[in-house]
C-alpha cells in the first residue's frame, strides 16, 4: 500500500519510522516532512494546509491510506474533504477535532457528560471576565478559546495577571478570532499526564500513558514550549488513576462526542492532572501528542497500518506493548521558544544502537548534512528495560551537542520530576 503522512514534525517521523517496518506499507509519502524524514520518505512540497491540493495528490499518486499528524488540518477538514472524494483518512472529521479547535466546546462536552474537569466559565464580554476573576481569586486560569499555537494559555498566579490575560485576549485581540472567547477555570493541582487512544465512535483503545515536559529549563523552569522531551509509561501513575481516567473519561467522551452527532474516528487525546480526587481533563486533542507519540511508538509491537485499518473497521487493533521504558529528550535551537536562529549546520549524527533519533525542524543539503530550520530541532530517544540505562545512552549521545552553543536541551528528562 502507498501511504501519505501529513505533517513536518516529530511526531510525523516517528509515525514514518514506524510505518517502514510494515510488511503492507511499499511507499510513504510525507506532506511536506523534514530533513529526517526524506531518508525514509518521500517529501512532496505541499503544506499541510493546503487541503485541495492533498486530495489531488493522493488521487494521482495511488494512496491507499492517509495519515494525519498536525490538528490545523484536522479542525480545517481535511478529513471531510478527503472522504467527500472516497479516499481512506485516519483522523477526526472537523465537527469531531471541534474538541481540540475549541475549548468551550470541549468544556461544554465534559459538563454535559460529567466528565471530571475544573470548574469554569466562558466570557466574551470584558467586563463579566473580569467580575468573574474578582470573584474567584488567584490563582486562577485563563484559555483562548481557539488555537492559539500553543500560547492560549495562561496560568495567572495573581488577580492582576488574570486580569491582564483577558485584558490581552478579548481587548487588544492578540489571537485574533481564537481569543474573542476565553474560559476562565479553576486551578488545578497535581501532576500531569497524557493518556491516548485509538477511538471509533463508542469504541476506545488506550495507548500506553506518557508524560511529558513542557517547560523550557531543567526542573520545570522558563516558558511553556511544545515539549522538550517525554517517557512512556508514567511509572508513578496508579493502576486504579489510569483504569479512573478510561472508564470516566476517555469512553464517556467518545460516547459524548458520539450522541452529539459528532462521532470521532482518530486519536484522542486527553492531558490530564492527577488530583487529590483523582484525574481530571485539562484539554482534549484530536490527534497523537507530540514529543509523547515519539516515545509511545516505539513501545507498540503491532503494525501500525493495520492498527488503523483494525480501528477504523471497527475491529478491536489487539494493542501489544513491549515490557521496557523510553524516554526521547528534544534537542531545541538556542533561544527557543523565542527568537532563534535557523539553518545552523548540526553536528554529524553517529548510529548508535542503544538511541533512536527523530527529526523535528531539520532540513538536508545537497551533501546530507542536516540543519536546523525550526526550535525543536530532534529528539533522541532510548527503549530499554532499565529506565537509569535508557537515560545514560541518551544522555552520553546528547554529549555531540555540547561543542555547540547553537543548541540546548533539558538535562533531566524522565527522571520523574515533572508535572
Ligand atoms: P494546554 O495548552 O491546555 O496544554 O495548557 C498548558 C498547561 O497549562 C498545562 O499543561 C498545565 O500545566 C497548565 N494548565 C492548564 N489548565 C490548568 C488548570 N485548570 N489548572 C492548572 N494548570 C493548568
Ligand atoms: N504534548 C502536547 C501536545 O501534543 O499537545
Known sequence: MNVLVIGSGGREHSIIKKLTVSKQVDKIYAAPGNGGIA?????IDIKESQIEELVTFAKENNIDWTIVGPEVPLIAGIVNAFQVEGLNIFGPTKEAALIEGSKDFAKSIMKKYDIPTADYQTFTNIEEAKQYIESKGAPIVIKADGLAAG???????????????VEMMLVDNQF??????????????????SLMAFVNGEKVYPLMPARDHKRAYDHDKGPNTGGMGAYSPVPDLKQADLDYAV?????????????????FTGVLYAGLIETTNGPKVIEFNARLGDPETQVILPLLKNDLLQVIMDVTNGKNPDLDWEQGYCIGTVVASKGYPGSYQKEVTLPSLRE????????????ADKEGRYYSTGGRVLLVGSLQKDQQLAQKNIYDYLRVFDEDDKFFYRSDIGFNNSK
Not at 176 to 193: C, M, N, P, T
Open 39 to 43: 531518508q525514509e520518505a518521500t517529501c
Open 151 to 165: 500560547k492560549g494559555v495562561v496560568v495567572a498566579t495573581t488577580v492582576q495577571e488574570a486580569l491582564a490575560a
Open 176 to 193: 485574533g478570532d481564537a481569543g474573542s472567547r476565553v474560559v476562565i477555570e479553576e486551578f488545578l493541582d497535581g501532576k500531569e499526564f
Open 247 to 263: 472508564e470516566h473519561i476517555l469512553i464517556p467522551t467518545a460516547k459524548g462526542m458520539k450522541s452529539e452527532g459528532r462521532s
Open 352 to 363: 548508535d544502537s542503544n538511541c533512536f533519533i527523530i527529526h523535528a525542524g531539520t532540513g
